[in-house]
């Protein structure tokens, strides 16, 4: 059953990577169907090391579903990494299958049925919600999974001191009710921080950390804060691409989006987006103290915040000890480090790490950041703008490969347009009173329907689910390769790289693509506003 404990622990990892916890996963073992021993389905064993221990027949229960077999996975292993993460020492979801002797089940009986339905709840509603951050629909599936696995195991539909079979379809559906608000909101988040609204994104992810803390919630809001902070900067000001930047070559090309005169007001606004920032990095730290990413954007805020020998700290640490962190791209400390000794005078420590970050990662934002130094170093400030044009205007593609001009219109999820959504009969909730923020949305069978109201402004978002195998205009579905994407699409207005994979932004025909580890279609998204 090797092929089995592959694709189980694939989901596992995904799922454990969404929580962002410093907290080592527990085990991950499958029971053989040839194990003789007493039948497990799905424990979770706390204790060193802790453990979760699935039979093989579970996993084969999970295929059976269909198309919907892998979001069957991530509900269950997602709600037993719940009971660990939150710290359910002596809760499982089938523990009352443990041998009479078993010390666990001794401890989980003093637990009283109305303290094992609370724990159920929230297994359900953090499993659930982490194991869609990984990329997978865990909606309303647990109760065609309950019955599947009550009638194999041939399990009493009541047994004594334990909610009831029906119960748990209960706990599931009113914990899947509130699920879906949060889920709705998530995808607001992404949605809005892939097409820059920065101000909403940070609305949404500052709202769903409040509810489920992970690194990734307090890192994403504090990113969206900083990118928000940096559109009040010109070019002159910040000449090289930040290690947490999407995008900078809108900006560097275009000075800012205020030009030149950034206004007293404005100045006051990006301050207060940058040190709002760096409470959220740190709550993302403490959740995980080897979190490289969330340290290096902490130093992007100290930089814009003209705290250079702060970033320098942060830089040196990473580089020096790269133990003590769960280091990536050691290259984006080098360049950190590199902008912080630039402001500081320290004109050939810059170079050294430039050109050291340049060495590491031979990409766009190490390329352009050690010449753009070399020409700054050179005096040439009053052609920047024009140095800075010709340099991606020369790294573009050929007029073949560029962006095609595709109708939005035509691009529809279910048979809608993004610019026909209604609100009638939608869901909503409140995501920040301060900003004025709403999301409401709808579930479909196999997509989803999203209004962000932010103020007057409102956004249209329809997002496609992982069994969707609908076509998009140009008839790309579900595990297209990114290379008929760009056959089709052209190239995209930009990319983002993110745990889950790769976002394609295509701003002419109003869609967005995720690709997965593989470079192929997961879902995507098309919006209006």
Not at 31 to 59: A, C, H, W
Not at 209 to 238: H, L
Not at 341 to 360: I, P, Q, V
Request: glycine share 6%.
């Amino acid at each position: 059953s090797g092929y089995k404990y592959d694709v189980s622990k694939r989901v596992y990892d995904a799922i454990a990577s969404a929580y962002g916890n410093v907290k080592k996963p527990p085990l991950l073992e499958i029971r053989p169907k040839s194990y003789s021993g007493k039948n497990q389905i799905l424990t979770f064993y706390p204790g060193i090391p802790s453990k979760i221990i699935m039979d093989e027949d579970v996993y084969d229960l999970c295929t059976a579903i269909g198309a919907d077999s892998l979001d069957a996975l991530a509900s269950l292993l997602g709600h037993e990494l719940a009971h660990y993460y939150e710290n359910h020492d002596w809760c499982s979801s089938f523990a009352f299958l443990l041998d009479e002797k078993d010390a666990l089940k001794g401890k989980l009986e003093k637990l009283t049925k109305e303290e094992k339905v609370l724990l159920e709840i929230q297994a359900d509603k953090d499993g659930g919600f982490y194991g869609y951050v990984a990329g997978y629909s865990t909606f309303d599936i647990s109760s065609k999974l309950l019955d599947k696995i009550y009638a194999y195991y041939k399990l009493p539909d009541n047994i004594p001191g334990y909610p009831s079979k029906d119960e748990r379809k209960k706990i599931a559906a009113t914990s899947f009710e509130e699920l879906k608000q949060y889920q709705a909101v998530f995808d607001a988040g992404e949605a809005m921080y892939c097409l820059r609204f920065y101000d909403v994104a940070s609305s949404c992810f500052e709202y769903l950390s409040e509810k489920f803390p992970s690194r990734e919630m307090y890192n994403n809001a504090g990113v969206s804060k900083v990118s928000s902070a940096m559109e009040y900067f010109g070019n002159k000001e910040v000449p090289f691409i930040l290690p947490l930047e999407i995008d900078a070559s809108s900006r560097l090309k275009s000075g800012a989006i205020r030009g030149t005169s950034t206004t007293e007001e404005e100045i006051k606004k990006r301050k207060l987006y940058l040190e709002s920032s760096i409470p959220l990095f740190e709550k993302a730290r403490t959740i995980d103290p080897t979190y490289t990413n969330a340290e290096l954007n902490k130093g992007c805020a100290y930089i814009l915040l003209q705290k250079y020998s702060a970033a320098v700290g942060i830089a040196d640490n990473i580089i020096t000890e790269p133990k003590k962190y769960s280091t990536g791209d050691i290259s984006k400390a080098f360049t950190l480090r590199a902008i912080a000794y630039y402001y500081l005078k320290e004109t050939e420590k810059a170079r050294s790490d430039f050109e050291k970050a340049n060495t590491l990662l031979k990409e766009t934002r190490n390329n352009f950041n050690l010449n753009s130094f070399n020409e700054i170093t050179k005096g040439t400030w009053d052609t920047f703008t024009d140095y800075v044009t010709k340099y991606f205007e020369s790294s573009d593609t050929s007029e073949v490969d560029k962006q095609k001009m595709i109708n939005p219109s035509l691009e529809k999820v279910g048979s809608q347009s993004a610019s026909s959504i209604s609100t009638d009969k939608l869901s909503s909730i409140e995501v920040s009173a301060v900003e004025r923020t709403n999301v409401s949305w709808i579930q479909k069978d196999n997509y989803k329907n999203v209004v962000i109201k932010n103020g007057r402004d409102a956004y249209n978002i329809l997002i496609t689910g992982t069994n969707y195998f609908g076509k998009t205009s140009q008839g790309l579905g579900r595990f297209t390769s990114m290379e008929t994407i760009r056959l089709k699409y052209g190239q995209p207005s930009y990319t983002l790289n993110e745990v889950k994979g790769i976002y394609l932004v295509y701003k002419n025909a109003r869609i967005v693509f995720l690709l997965d580890q593989n470079n192929r279609i997961q879902k995507w998204f098309t919006y209006f506003y």
